[in-house]
């Protein structure tokens, strides 16, 4: 997504480039049928990574805690271990999620909709270790830095993204060792990442290296980047938490390389998961005919403060050609929209779900 791919923007119906071939072969989505599990099992958790894994020896690595700070820290995964630990569901989306439907698809990772995961995060709080390291009174922001190293926009970096420090001492923000109960695997960040519930992923910088408190705001290449704008030159305005969207588990069968699927009429359950960083999920409504009619799903219990919620809506499927779509309401008042305004790197969209599905007569009719 450097700063001339993203003025090379393509048309909806125009083939997939070599480059995004490439990045769509070394990050994955998560298969939707995945919502099936509270919590996303290894490996089926979406994966972006903007460079290269770097190799990573959890004996020897240490986090540098330094800047605008009293008392400068250096701690090792043994150190983080031995501090109190947190376990929390969190779900965790891609800010370029569903870029690949915008029109024209801005040039980078083309997501559809999978680009996203439910972990079991275990690690210790941030703010506490702030507070030992003695943030200075001019401080504004916190720098994390991964060790991954590369170009982008043309510009040669260290993975870097900053917080405010409010932000960046909230109760929920935690240096994550593990992923599900294991260490955490070489592609989620491993030995040590930082986790922001709430937030779009690139906000959770992985193979955490060093923590910087800074008395000026980061101006660094990955701020500058996610930022929602309709031109390069625009200031825009950054990327924050995730806006609400609601996913179902596509029903039926797939064709394989069409991915058209294929339903038996009669009563069917429909499923799925829906989410936002801005507060619950207050409402998921289900359309079964193309989004003219919307009724409202059963709702599953939040699973925590960070994680995703369940919805099902039974479905009468009857003979035919049908398009069903599912759209989320947060607590703040947020609601998904029909149709997807346009940003430069096509980031934040949450344009509702649609699924196209061919009911066919049940055999035993
Ligand atoms: N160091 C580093 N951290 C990173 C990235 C990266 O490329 N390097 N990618 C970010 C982006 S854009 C996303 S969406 C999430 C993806 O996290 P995951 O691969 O564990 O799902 O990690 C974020 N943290
Ligand atoms: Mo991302």
């Not at 079991?120 to 720098?143: H, K, M, Q, R, Y």
Request: with cysteine.
């Amino acid at each position: 997504m450097s700063a001339t791919d993203a003025a090379r923007g393509l048309e909806a119906h125009e083939p997939i480039t070599d480059e995004e071939l490439a990045l769509a072969a070394r990050n994955h989505g998560m298969p939707l049928e995945g919502m099936r599990y509270d919590v996303t099992p290894t490996g089926l958790h979406y994966l972006l990574i903007h460079f290269d894994i770097p190799a990573a020896d959890a004996e020897t690595w240490s986090i540098e805690i330094g800047g605008r700070v009293a008392r400068p820290l250096r701690l090792s995964v043994g150190d983080l271990r031995a501090r109190p630990a947190v376990t929390m569901p969190v779900t965790m989306e891609c800010a370029g999620n569903g870029r690949a439907r915008l029109e024209p698809r801005p040039l980078s990772q083309a997501w559809l909709d999978e680009a996203i995961g439910t972990g079991e995060w275990t690690g210790t709080s941030l703010a506490p270790i702030l507070e030992e390291a003695g943030v200075e009174a001019d401080a504004v922001e916190v720098v994390f830095r991964g060790a991954d190293h590369g170009v982008q926009g043309e510009i040669e970096q260290d993975y870097e993204r900053s917080l405010s420090i409010a932000d960046a001492t909230r109760d929920e923000v935690i240096l994550a060792y593990e992923l599900n109960g294991h260490p955490l695997p070489p592609q989620h960040g491993f030995p040590v990442r930082l986790l922001v519930p709430g937030w779009y992923g690139m906000t959770s910088v992985k193979w955490l290296r060093s923590i910087t408190v800074v008395a000026e705001p980061f101006d660094g290449f990955q701020m500058w980047a996610y930022r929602l704008r309709q031109h390069e030159e625009e200031e825009g305005t950054p990327v924050t938490r995730m806006m609400p969207r609601a996913l179902m588990i596509p029903p039926g069968f797939p064709d394989f390389f069409t991915r058209k699927r294929t339903v038996d009429a009669g009563v069917i359950t429909l499923e799925g998961r829906a989410w936002s960083g801005w507060g619950s999920v207050t409402r998921v409504e289900v359309s079964v005919d193309g989004g003219e009619a919307w009724t409202d799903a059963g709702l599953a219990e939040p699973q925590g403060a960070h994680g995703w919620r369940a919805w099902t809506y039974e479905w009468t499927a009857e003979p035919g050609a049908h398009e069903l779509l599912v759209r989320a309401t947060d607590e703040a008042g947020n609601v998904q929209p029909s149709e997807q305004p346009w940003n430069e790197h096509g980031f934040s969209n949450n344009v509702v779900q649609r699924v196209p599905v061919l009911v066919r007569s049940s055999m035993t009719d």
